[in-house]
């Protein structure tokens, strides 16, 4: 079946402009993972959604980033106002339930100039 | 101290040895542990899971746990130099908290 996708793959952007970042869940996995890797570095937990729980948002770096579960699928990472700081791949990973095994997607390559 | 520690190498290792790569985790609450290989540019991939103390095998892949020592461990018996990667520890429990990752190098 299909794995878990993102869009767009690669997206760069000037400083200050606002990005919206897309994941599609493996289809019927209930939780959904947004991770960030900066260049050379280990992955770096932002925000998990579970079923209709209320999403455990204690990774996020600060009230820039955002993100929303619609309908218990697609999903949409937020950043404002960008900077420089924000350029990393954004992963996003689904799995059927938590804490089962999470697949990750492709990633997003962000890149603020 | 960090949640997650794996030592970064690169560990280097000939064609067909054995590779050990090792992880230590900080918060004993952990029931489930994953170990990921991600390929540059890549995105990570499962490997092994393991949530019972002891050893389980799956191939060429060993993972071992020891809850009590807070220590997990993933074998790779002979080694190839597609295994060359880095294989990146995460405790479960919801979101994943992954270490930094060893590389491994297994050359000809």
């Known amino acids: 079946g299909a794995g878990v996708s993102q869009s767009p793959s690669n997206k760069v952007t000037e400083k200050g402009k606002d990005v919206e970042l897309r994941c599609d869940p493996i289809s019927g996995h209930t939780a959904l993972y947004w991770y960030r890797q900066s260049l050379g570095q280990g992955l770096e937990f932002l925000i998990y959604?579970?079923?209709?729980?209320?999403?455990?948002k204690s990774g996020l770096p600060s009230d820039r980033f955002s993100a929303e579960r619609t309908g218990g699928s697609v999903s949409t990472l937020t950043i404002q106002r960008t900077q420089q700081e924000d350029s990393a791949v954004y992963l996003c990973?689904?799995?059927?339930?938590?804490?089962?095994?999470?697949?990750f997607g492709p990633g997003t390559r962000l890149l603020v100039l | 101290q960090k949640e997650v520690e794996q030592n970064s190498g690169p560990l280097s290792v000939p064609e067909g040895a054995i590779a050990s790569l090792n992880c230590t985790y900080s918060?004993?609450?952990?029931?489930?542990f994953f170990w990921y290989r991600q390929y540059s540019g890549k995105s990570p991939e499962l490997i092994m899971s393991i949530y019972s103390n002891g050893d389980k095998e799956d191939g060429r892949f060993t993972a071992q746990l020891n809850k009590a020592s807070q220590y997990v461990s993933l074998l790779i018996r002979d080694s190839q130099p597609s295994d060359s990667a880095t294989y990146l520890c995460?405790?479960?429990?919801?979101?994943?908290?992954f270490g930094t990752g060893t590389r491994l190098q297994v050359f000809p």
């Open positions: 918060d004993r609450g952990s029931q489930s």
């Open positions: 959604f579970q079923g209709n729980s209320a999403p455990d």
């Open positions: 995460a405790p479960g429990g919801g979101k994943l908290i």
């Open positions: 990973a689904s799995s059927q339930a938590s804490p089962e095994t999470q697949y």
